[in-house]
């Protein structure tokens, strides 16, 4: 009953946030998933442009998971934001353990998020510490808004949860700095998560991965910043013929822990790339 009372709530929220939208679903967007044989999957996209919102399996997307590594994000925004990091130049040193080869060694946060270390973001959280974490969950009103256990396992635990509406819309109001943050951190942060750039498009993005049990749930969210040139008025007041075009998107699936039978973080990224290119996004 409470599962079911849960998704009736969700299903509000999404429409609630999608006022004066268009909703569209896109069932051919699937075959991105069958052919890779997953199950359990979802795709949301936010197109800023003509104020719509286009998904692949609605169910999923309202459905909240834990955030796993996406949520990296956030804790940069509010170690900025509280100025345990005053910039993202802040060095947090290795402790010497040996984990892997992209996080055994001294690094900054813009350094620590491309390469999703650990380490550094259990030392950062520790250090904004649980009221203050606490307090921006509750404030910018992330998925559940849930700390429990380890301060520095909320990502992992399965305590802190959010579902791929929310990501997005998340990420639409850091975009556009409208978080309650200050424009400066959620401009570095923004900064941050560009993992791609070319003449005629950005993506900026965030991946993840969690295990609960056997099961292991992998995310990329992000946007997708479509370059155009267009020939202005020689009168306008526009001088740049230059135009990005945001769309904002999240995708998680499940996987057995034990399948090993494909380089799943490079297929997500794939994924993302075909979605984001079917739809218009990118361009072909």
Avoid at 131 to 158: P, V
Avoid at 195 to 211: C, L, P, S
Avoid at 250 to 256: E, K, Q, S, V
């Amino acid at each position: 009953m409470r599962t079911k009372v849960l998704s009736v709530v969700l299903l509000a929220i999404l429409f609630a946030s999608c006022r004066d939208a268009r909703l569209k679903e896109h069932k051919e967007w699937g075959k991105y998933f069958e052919d890779k044989g997953i199950k359990g999957a979802c795709f949301i996209l936010r197109d800023n442009n003509h104020e719509s919102i286009h998904y692949y399996n609605k169910e999923r997307c309202l459905q909240r998971v834990l955030p796993a590594s996406t949520f990296k994000v956030f804790i940069s925004l509010v170690a900025l934001e509280t100025a345990v990091a005053t910039d993202d130049q802040l060095v947090i040193k290795w402790d010497s353990i040996q984990r892997k080869p992209d996080w055994d060694k001294d690094m900054n946060m813009r350094e620590a998020l491309t390469a999703s270390s650990e380490p550094y973001f259990k030392e950062l959280i520790r250090r904004i510490g649980p009221a203050r974490m606490q307090h921006y969950l509750d404030t910018t009103r992330y998925g559940n808004m849930k700390i429990s256990g380890n301060l520095d396992e909320i990502w992992t635990n399965d305590s802190l949860r959010v579902s791929a509406d929310e990501v997005t819309g998340f990420l639409k109001k850091m975009y556009f700095a409208e978080l309650p943050f200050s424009e400066r951190s959620q401009r570095i942060v923004k900064t941050m998560m560009l993992r791609e750039q070319n003449a005629r498009f950005n993506i900026y993005y965030k991946t993840g991965t969690g295990i609960v049990g056997d099961k292991m749930t992998r995310w990329v969210t992000g946007f997708a910043e479509r370059i155009d040139h267009v020939k202005e008025d020689a009168a306008s007041m526009n001088k740049s013929d230059v135009r990005n075009y945001p769309y904002f998107f999240a995708m998680n699936f499940d996987l057995p822990t034990s399948d090993t039978s494909k380089d799943w973080s490079q297929v997500r990224l794939d994924i993302m790339h075909a979605i984001l290119t079917d739809y218009g996004a990118l361009p072909k």
